[in-house]
């Protein structure tokens, strides 16, 4: 039986130096419920098998290695003290995609994942001891981050769009399953309806979960993919094959070149993700103000910390294009909104996030449910950058705060996902160099009116005035 946590205090651990390590069934109560949520939408963390083929050539059995060990490290963040339900970049893979295929398939192409991984992974554990990492970010101007969010979009949707890619292969599918998929997340209508019908938002909080169910029949339907071969046991994945042969033991060490050509797509990607780690701390900030019985300890540098090391270690054992990140955003959400209902629902947030990604990393290793998912893993990656790439421009739009601004993110964006991070980043530095430095335009309107309806130069005669607009 877990310790009892008093009234207000926070959820019982063992002290670690920055980590709070935290066992299940010890310092929390283990939630159930959202065990086996996490069993149904491993289907989802499956997604990355057809990648790691189609992008590095790697065998079924041993792209289910990499997703197995991924899995096992994202248990670590509510064991290390970190109350998030942790995931892939995903707005970043459509550009690391873009920078690995600089590099010929095979061992270069390895060792060019193996530098950015491990480059990465050493810089969040840097800003993590340090705690420079929010001050990195404030220094790119709104235009740059917005840019390489918007290349992220377009990146993603070029991905499924180019001649002879995913969109070829399961057209009719594709347009079903995304239908979908945009019906049920971004929809007004659906929206409208949701609340009012438990079923409905069931359904909702879900995330992609119901597009991979309807590929499962839609696919073979149509003749765009087989029936599932359902096969009863455990996996079986090629862990030997995976670090003799797709690690540094097998590719080698990467060069130094290679390192040096990772840096612009590792700042790329540091700023999509700290992003990621804003929404973490919004998303429990708004949680505690519901449930005072809990103290909730969410420390970003912890946070670098742990998916820093995660990155480290799968650079290592297991490279992967999915990267470690900080926060599956959608299933957070609804691990929150659980949460919200009170202490009989779900004990501590520890618990249900905890509990989601054990439930996960069981549903891997359930051969009915890998070998069910197997026909269409195509149609879901499809969809899950088709959907990401909807949301990348949505917000890479609402990052930019005046027509410059998005001027120079549209270019940078496009020049992003055509040749690469190293040509975005110079674009988006030579551009914003021109536009504002040179000289700071006096009338450079604001992109939304409704927000900000003064043009900048009378903006800051009011924030001397008042304090802040």
Not at 198 to 208: A, Y
């Amino acid at each position: 039986m877990a310790i009892k946590r008093e009234y207000g205090a926070e959820c019982p651990y063992i002290p670690a130096g920055p980590f709070k390590i935290r066992i299940p069934f010890v310092h929390y109560r283990f939630e159930w419920a959202d065990y086996i949520q996490g069993l149904l939408m491993c289907a989802v963390c499956l997604g990355a098998i057809p990648m790691l083929q189609e992008y590095l050539g790697m065998p079924f059995e041993v792209a289910m290695a990499i997703v197995l060990l991924n899995g096992m490290f994202y248990c670590a963040h509510v064991l290390l003290g970190d109350p998030v339900v942790p995931g892939w970049i995903t707005p970043a893979i459509p550009l690391l995609i873009l920078h690995v295929a600089q590099f010929e398939m095979g061992p270069e192409r390895m060792q060019a994942l193996i530098a950015f991984e491990m480059s990465l992974g050493i810089l969040a554990i840097f800003l993590g001891i340090t705690g420079l990492g929010k001050k990195i970010v404030n220094i790119v101007p709104n235009a740059m981050q917005s840019g390489i969010i918007l290349g992220a979009g377009f990146a993603a949707v070029m991905i499924i769009f180019n001649e002879g890619a995913r969109f070829d292969q399961f057209p009719i599918s594709i347009i079903i399953c995304v239908g979908l998929g945009f019906y049920l997340l971004f929809s007004t209508h659906f929206k409208s309806i949701r609340d009012n019908n438990k079923v409905l938002k069931t359904i909702g909080n879900l995330g992609i979960l119901p597009v991979v169910v309807l590929a499962i029949i839609v696919g073979p339907l149509i003749g765009e993919t087989a029936w599932p071969q359902i096969e009863w046991g455990i996996t079986k994945p090629a862990l030997s094959v995976l670090w003799h042969d797709w690690t540094m033991l097998g590719v080698g060490i990467p060069p130094v070149s290679m390192f040096v050509k990772s840096i612009p797509m590792v700042l790329s990607c540091y700023i999509v993700l700290f992003g990621d780690m804003i929404q973490s701390r919004a998303l429990l900030d708004d949680v505690a103000e519901f449930r005072p019985d809990e103290k909730i300890d969410y420390n970003p540098n912890r946070s670098h910390l742990i998916f820093g090391l995660r990155n480290l270690v799968m650079s290592i054992i297991g490279p992967d294009l999915t990267m470690c990140g900080p926060l599956w955003a959608a299933m957070q959400v609804v691990v929150c909104e659980r949460y919200k209902q009170g202490r009989d629902a779900m004990d501590s947030i520890n618990g249900g996030a905890g509990s989601f990604r054990f439930g996960t990393l069981t549903g891997y290793l359930l051969l009915p449910i890998v070998t069910l998912c197997k026909p269409i893993l195509g149609i879901a990656l499809a969809s899950t950058m088709l959907i990401q790439g909807y949301v990348s421009v949505r917000v890479g739009v609402m990052k930019s705060k005046t027509f410059n601004d998005l001027g120079i993110a549209g270019v940078m964006g496009a020049v992003l996902a055509t040749r690469g991070a190293a040509w975005g980043l110079a674009a988006g530095i030579v551009l914003c160099i021109i536009v504002n430095m040179f000289h700071k335009p006096a009338y450079d309107t604001y992109l939304f009116p409704e927000e900000e309806t003064v043009p900048l130069k009378a903006a800051e005669e009011m924030k001397q005035a008042h304090g802040s607009c």
